[in-house]
C-alpha cells in the first residue's frame, strides 16, 4: 500500500445501518412509514437519537422526519439515490456543515400492475417506450455488444448470477433466503426475459427500507459500533438514464478512452487514488447487480481484470465465497432486495459496512477491512464507487 | 421461429418536445430525419441543440438514407407492458450518416438477427396518426 496526502474524506464514519424487514410485499406498509422505520434503526445503531442527527439527504420523507421529530434546523440535500447521497453526506460532514447526518431509504406499495414490469424500470421517454424497452432490454443492449466484441459466453453471466443469488440463498434476511442452491446450468434454464438475459439474471423486485448514518470520524469513535471509514468514492455519468440508445462505445468529447461500456472506470481511478489503493487492495466487492452481466463488465471498468477479459475473470470461483474477490454477499438485487428505485442502492453500502464490522450473518469474508461499493450500470449510463476502511489510513 | 411484426396494440405513444417534433413530423412524410453540424458534418441524433461531436448549435435537419446495420440487439420476451406482442427485437442501428438509433427489428424471423445485418427503415403508421420507424433486413 502506498501512502498518500490524507482525504477530507478521512474524517468521515459510517456509524449506523439498518434494513428492514425485507419482502416481495410488505403488508401494511407504505413508501413513507418503511422509511421512517429504517430511519430510526439506523439512528439506534449507532447508539443515536434523532436529536444528535444535524444532517438529512433525500425527498419528502426526509423532511418530513427533520419536522416530525423536530430536529430542525439540520443540514439537508435533495440528493437521496445511493452512493452519490453518501459522497454528499461526507463532503457536509469533511467541511463542517453536518456532523451526523442521516441517509433514509424505503420504498413499499409501488409495483401494483404486475402483469408489466416494474413502473421504475420503464420510463416513457418517446425515444425508447414505443419501442418497448425496459431495463432489462436496455441492459441487454450493451451487454449482447460485449459478447459481441470479446466473445463473452452465457455461462459467464449465468456464473456471476448463480454466485450472488447463491449468496442471498444462504442469508436468512433474503428475500430470496432459502430458495437456491443454482448452479450456472439453473440460470440458463430459465426463461428468457431479454436475450441475452434469463428471467434468474435478472433482479427481482421487492420491498424495504435502508438507512445510513454518517458522523465525523472524532464523534464516530465514541459510539455503539466499530467506526467504518470512507476512504474514497467517485461518480461517473453519460447522460439521463433510458432516453438515448444504450450503447457500449458511447463516449465523450474529452477523453475517447473512457466509454460507457465501462461507466464506472473514472469514478473508480479517482476513489483509488484518493486513498492511495488500487484493487488487489479491495477484499469484498459489493457491486451493483441490476443484472449479472454488469458485474462482469465493473470488474473491467474498475481495473480488477483487463478489458474484455471479465467473461474469464468470474468462472474460476474467483468471486465467490472464499474467492479473491467476494461479490454481493448478501444477494444484492436478484436475492436479497431490490425495492424500488432507491433502497437497493444504499443496500450496496449497509452491506459492505457489515462486511467490515464481521458482523455478516451470511457469507462473512473473514478479516475483511477494505470494502468497494457500487451503483447504477451501462444501461443507466451511470456508475457510482464508494470505498469503504475498517481503518482510517 | 417467429416473424416479427410490428406493433398494432395501444403501445406507449412517442410524446415530442420542441426539440424533437421535427423528427416525429419527418416519420410521417417518409422522412427519417436526424441533424447535421454544419462545422464538422457530423450527425447527431436524438434531437439536441449542438452537435454531440463539436458542440457547435450550427445544427439543420436532413434526411437520412434509412439504411445502417444492426450494432446490438435483444430478443424480447417478457413485454414491456402486456399491449406489446412477443418476442420483440429492439435494435440499435448504425445508420449510414454516422449517427446510432433505438428501434426494433421487423419484416425477419426473430432468430435471423445478427451482428452487423443490414437493415432499411420502414415506416409504421399507427391509427392515431402516429408513425413509428422499424427497420427490416434489406433484401431479406
Ligand atoms: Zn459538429
Known amino acids: 500500500m502506498t501512502t498518500s496526502p490524507k482525504h477530507p474524506f478521512r474524517e468521515v464514519a459510517v456509524v449506523g445501518v439498518h434494513n428492514t424487514r425485507q419482502a416481495r410485499v410488505l403488508e401494511g406498509y407504505d413508501s413513507r412509514t418503511v422509511t421512517m422505520e429504517a430511519a430510526l434503526g439506523a439512528i439506534a445503531d449507532a447508539g443515536l437519537t434523532p436529536l444528535d442527527v444535524d444532517g438529512v439527504t433525500g425527498g419528502n420523507v426526509a423532511a418530513e422526519f427533520v419536522y416530525q421529530h423536530r430536529i430542525g434546523p439540520v443540514w439537508k440535500s435533495p440528493s437521496g439515490l445511493g452512493i452519490p447521497a453518501v459522497l454528499e453526506a461526507a463532503a457536509a460532514i469533511a467541511t463542517g456543515l453536518a456532523s451526523i447526518v442521516l441517509i433514509p431509504s424505503g420504498s413499499a406499495g409501488a409495483y401494483t400492475q404486475r402483469e408489466s414490469t416494474a413502473p421504475w424500470t420503464r420510463p416513457g421517454n418517446e425515444f425508447v417506450a414505443p419501442f418497448g424497452m425496459f431495463t432489462a432490454a436496455e441492459f441487454a443492449l450493451i451487454a449482447r455488444r460485449h459478447m459481441l466484441t470479446f466473445g463473452t459466453r452465457p455461462e459467464s453471466l449465468a456464473t456471476v448470477a448463480a454466485t450472488i443469488r447463491n449468496n442471498g440463498s444462504a442469508n436468512p434476511d433474503a428475500v430470496y433466503s432459502g430458495r437456491g442452491p443454482f448452479t450456472p446450468q439453473d440460470i440458463l434454464d430459465s426463461r428468457m426475459i431479454a436475450d441475452p438475459f434469463h428471467l434468474l439474471d435478472c433482479s427481482t423486485t421487492s420491498e424495504g427500507g435502508c438507512a445510513l448514518v454518517l458522523a465525523h470520524a472524532d464523534i464516530a469513535r465514541d459510539l455503539a459500533r466499530p467506526p467504518v471509514y470512507v476512504l474514497g468514492g467517485g461518480i461517473d455519468y453519460y ?31 479517482q476513489a483509488f487514488a484518493m486513498c492511495g489503493l488500487s484493487p488487489d487492495d479491495v477484499d469484498v466487492c459489493e457491486f451493483y447487480d441490476p443484472f449479472s452481466f454488469e458485474i462482469i463488465r465493473q470488474f473491467e471498468a474498475f481495473g480488477f481484470c483487463k478489458e474484455g477479459e471479465g467473461g474469464d475473470f468470474v468462472l474460476d470461483g474467483t468471486i465467490g465465497p472464499g474467492g479473491r474477490f467476494p461479490v454481493t454477499t448478501d444477494g444484492g438485487t436478484m436475492s436479497f432486495s431490490h425495492a424500488g428505485s432507491q433502497p437497493q442502492l444504499l443496500q450496496r453500502v449497509a452491506r459492505g459496512v457489515e462486511q467490515l464490522r464481521g458482523a455478516c450473518a451470511s457469507s462473512q469474508v473473514d478479516g475483511a477491512e477494505v470494502a468497494m461499493c457500487s451503483n447504477g450500470g451501462s444501461g443507466a449510463l451511470f456508475t457510482d464507487v464508494l470505498l469503504l476502511g475498517k481503518d482510517a489510513t | 421461429m417467429t416473424l416479427l411484426v410490428p406493433q398494432t396494440g395501444a403501445i406507449p405513444r412517442p410524446k415530442p418536445s420542441s426539440l424533437s417534433q421535427p423528427f416525429w413530423d419527418g416519420l410521417g412524410l417518409h422522412e427519417l430525419r436526424f441533424q447535421r453540424c454544419g462545422a464538422c458534418r457530423g450527425a447527431t441524433h436524438t434531437p439536441a441543440l449542438v452537435c454531440s461531436r463539436c458542440g457547435s448549435d450550427e445544427l439543420t435537419w436532413e434526411v437520412s438514407t434509412g439504411r445502417g446495420i444492426v450494432y446490438s440487439w435483444t430478443t424480447v420476451w417478457r413485454p414491456q407492458t402486456p399491449e406489446f406482442v412477443v418476442p420483440y427485437v429492439p435494435i440499435v442501428v448504425d445508420v449510414e450518416e454516422g449517427w446510432q438509433m433505438l428501434s426494433n427489428l421487423v419484416g425477419c424471423d426473430h432468430d435471423e438477427v445478427a451482428p452487423d445485418l443490414a437493415v432499411e427503415v420502414v415506416f409504421h403508421h399507427l391509427d392515431d396518426g402516429v408513425t413509428l420507424p422499424y427497420f427490416r433486413p434489406i433484401g431479406g
Open chain 1, 239 to 269: 447522460g439521463p438514464s433510458y432516453q438515448n440508445p444504450p450503447t457500449f462505445d458511447l463516449g465523450g468529447r474529452r477523453d475517447p478512452t473512457f466509454v460507457n461500456g465501462w461507466v464506472g472506470r473514472r469514478a473508480a481511478e
